[in-house]
Each structure stands twice: as structure tokens, then as C-alpha cells.
């Protein structure tokens, strides 16, 4: 069963993968004239694919019929005029929209390979090869396809048949047990992090096979899984606990290894300052008109001040306090340590910078209207 989605406009056409792209083309859309079969859903593929939409690749989104992608239902808020979730818009834009029966579709699927570079999907490992659309079936119809499985847990071990959601990941791979307050229960991230970084992995897992491809004229499989995703991101943490033993605690904003690196209440907020070096932490006494305390020996080097964090922490607290993000912003202009304060979302988007950067776009939906996206953050030249 097909029937063509109400986003969209007929997709189902000849097309040719051998496109020569104009120099302008190369710039902006450096993936144009590649197709990508996208049976993904939630945020992980979908974010990824989106990604290659962005580089300017055909992106056909398989659904299935009257269900469709799961997210579409996540709200509200929901878009006007339109049963889709703002969910949903946030991970598929640039994307054509089909449903298709995957049992009694197979041979539309199998067409739709033949004239496919890449292919991305979702599913449970085993479940499409009942329906004759895994790697090794596809291979067949289409040496050349790069195939790219995004899964829960992998292809083998004993979670391998598991579904998967980020903040399982999250959970099972150690990053909820390190985020939260000092003496508090573990907190989730506030956007699904896990699901992200999976989605970037599998992207330049995609552009490299392609660089392979060009090379060999071969396809290939690429695994991507969250938990994997999850547990390499443990970076430094992990680093330290394989290497020392040494268990990690939730330090709230606070860093492990680095002091101060954390955020402290002003009179109107808070603000967040990293100093990574001594000459930083000297410069932010200066600024805080307390010089005499990057002097003390309890707070010379960084080890001291991990070592004497408490007492320092107190001390920076009782200065930062006395005055408003605006006016430690104003003090700090010129400052050579990184700060910042903590935004909500209305100051995000009011803010100069963000508003230079041009990351947010109006674009038109077919039954909403205008909608707001944030668009791709890199930017070709």
C-alpha cells in the first residue's frame, strides 16, 4: 500500500544519482542528486537525515499508513490547522513524505532501492528482515547501497532485541547517574542529547561511506546505537573511572576536574563561569575586586582550588550576589575566561548573537502556514 503524503508533491519519478553540481551548488548542497530512503522515526534517524536534507539530499520518508511517524502525535503543542506535533516538525524538515505497507509494499520498497543511495532505519535488529528490506537483502538489488541501522543497543549482546528511547540510554549508559544536583536524585537532560549525538554519529558515518563508495563503487552496513553513542560521550568521566577506579558524583553545574567552572546566583539570575587556567582565575578576581584571593595558597593552582572548592565557592558567592547579570555581563566584556548567563528560552531567541547567527528560519508548511525552525548550524563558504 502507497499513497502519496499531503506535504508533499509526487515523488515517485525517474531520477539520476549522477548529478554534476554547479560550484554555488557544491557550497550550499554539497549531497545534492543523492536519495536517501529514511525509515526512521522519533528524533535519533530522523535528526540524522534531516541533517543529510540540510546538505542538500533528496530525503524520502517512509511511513506507515495512518500511523505514521510516532512523534507526530507528541503534543501539544501542536502545529495550527494540523494534527502534527511541533515534535515532529522539529527533526523533518527538508523531507518527502510516503506511506508505505512494508508486508504488502515490498515491491514498491525494492524499486525505491534500486534508485536509492542510502538507506536509514530504525527498527529492531531482525525485524525489516521479515519484509525482505535488511542489508543483506537490499545488497542484491543495490550493490551500491549504504545502509545505516540506528538502534537501541546494537546488533549483538544480550540487549541487542531491546527497544530504545534516549532516556533509557541515558539511564543504562551512566549519563543520568552523573547529572543532577551534588546531593540530589538523577536528573534527565533537558533535551534528548543521547538521541542527538547518535543521529551526528550515523551522519558522518554516512558522508564517509559515501567518500568510500565514490572510491570502490561499493555500499556498506554502518551500525549506530545508542547505548554506544551514550558511553563513548562518558568522555573524561569514563576516562577517569577506567583509569582510576575513582566512581563519579553529580556535581550539579559544578565541574569534576576544573574550579570554579559552575554557575553562581547573581541578583537577577544566575551566571556561569569557566576558568580553565590560573591566569583565568586571576584575571576573574581581578575582575571581581578580590585579587587577593587568586593569591592564596589554598587557591594558587587548579588542584588547590579542587581541593579547597567548598571554602572558594562560598567566597565567589558572597561577591557574585551583589550585582545583576547585566551588570557582571558589562564588567566582563573584555574578560579572557568564558562566561555567560543562564538563559531562558524567550532571552535565547532575543538575544543579539543568536539573532546575527541567523540559525532561526520562517518557512512555509502546507497546512500550518508560517512555522519557525532552527536550521543547520554550519555553514559552507
Not at 141 to 146: A, G, K, R
Not at 159 to 165: E, L, M
Request: net charge positive; with cysteine.
Amino acid at each position: 500500500m502507497l499513497r502519496k503524503s499531503i506535504y508533499q508533491s509526487q515523488i515517485l519519478r525517474k531520477f539520476s544519482t549522477n548529478v554534476t553540481p554547479t560550484k554555488d551548488i557544491a557550497l550550499s548542497h554539497p549531497l545534492k542528486g543523492i536519495r536517501v530512503l529514511d525509515l526512521t522515526r522519533i528524533i535519533a534517524g530522523p535528526f540524522c537525515t534531516m541533517i543529510l536534507g540540510d546538505l542538500g539530499a533528496d530525503i524520502i520518508k517512509v511511513e506507515k499508513p495512518k500511523v505514521g511517524d510516532e512523534s507526530r502525535k507528541w503534543g501539544p503543542p501542536f502545529l495550527p490547522n494540523s494534527t502534527d506535533s511541533v515534535y515532529f516538525l522539529a527533526s523533518n524538515r527538508n523531507k518527502k513524505s510516503i506511506c508505505v505497507d512494508l508486508k504488502s509494499g515490498v515491491s514498491v520498497m525494492h524499486d525505491l532501492v534500486r534508485k536509492s543511495d542510502i538507506l536509514v532505519e530504525n527498527y529492531v535488529p531482525g525485524k525489516l528482515k521479515k519484509f525482505a528490506l535488511d542489508y543483506e537483502s537490499l545488497k542484491k538489488i543495490n550493490p551500491s547501497l549504504i545502509y545505516c541501522s540506528i538502534t537501541g543497543y546494537g546488533p549483538v549482546g544480550p540487549y541487542a532485541n531491546r527497544p530504545g528511547y534516549d532516556v533509557i540510554a541515558a539511564s543504562v549508559g551512566g549519563l543520568m547517574d552523573i547529572t543532577g544536583p551534588e546531593d540530589g536524585a538523577p536528573c534527565k537532560v533537558g533535551v534528548a542529547m543521547t538521541d542527538l549525538a547518535t543521529g551526528l554519529y550515523a551522519h558522518g558515518a554516512i558522508l564517509a561511506a559515501l567518500i568510500h563508495r565514490n572510491a570502490t563503487g561499493e555500499g556498506q552496513k554502518i551500525d549506530a546505537n545508542l547505548l554506544s553513542t551514550q558511553v563513548a560521550s562518558l568522555i573524561n568521566i569514563g576516562s577517569s573511572y577506567l583509569n582510576s577506579g575513582k566512581e563519579a558524583k553529580r556535581w550539579g553545574t559544578a565541574h569534576e576536574s576544573i574550579v570554579p567552572y559552575e554557575a553562581f546566583k547573581t541578583s537577577s539570575g544566575y551566571l556561569t563561569v569557566g576558568t580553565g587556567s590560573d591566569s583565568q582565575f586571576e584575571s576573574l578576581c581581578k575582575l571581581l575586586n578580590i585579587p587577593h584571593v587568586s593569591q592564596d595558597p589554598k587557591y594558587l593552582t587548579n588542584k588547590d582550588r579542587v581541593a579547597n572548592r567548598k571554602s572558594l565557592i562560598t567566597l565567589l558567592s558572597k561577591e557574585f550576589v551583589k550585582k545583576s547579570n547585566k551588570e557582571w555581563m558589562n564588567i566582563f566584556k573584555d574578560a579572557p575566561f568564558p562566561v555567560g548567563p543562564i538563559n531562558s528560552l524567550r532571552e535565547v531567541f532575543n538575544d543579539p548573537h543568536v539573532k546575527a547567527i541567523d540559525i532561526v528560519k520562517t518557512i512555509e508548511h502546507s497546512q500550518a502556514g508560517p512555522v519557525k525552525k532552527l536550521l543547520m548550524n554550519t555553514g559552507f563558504y
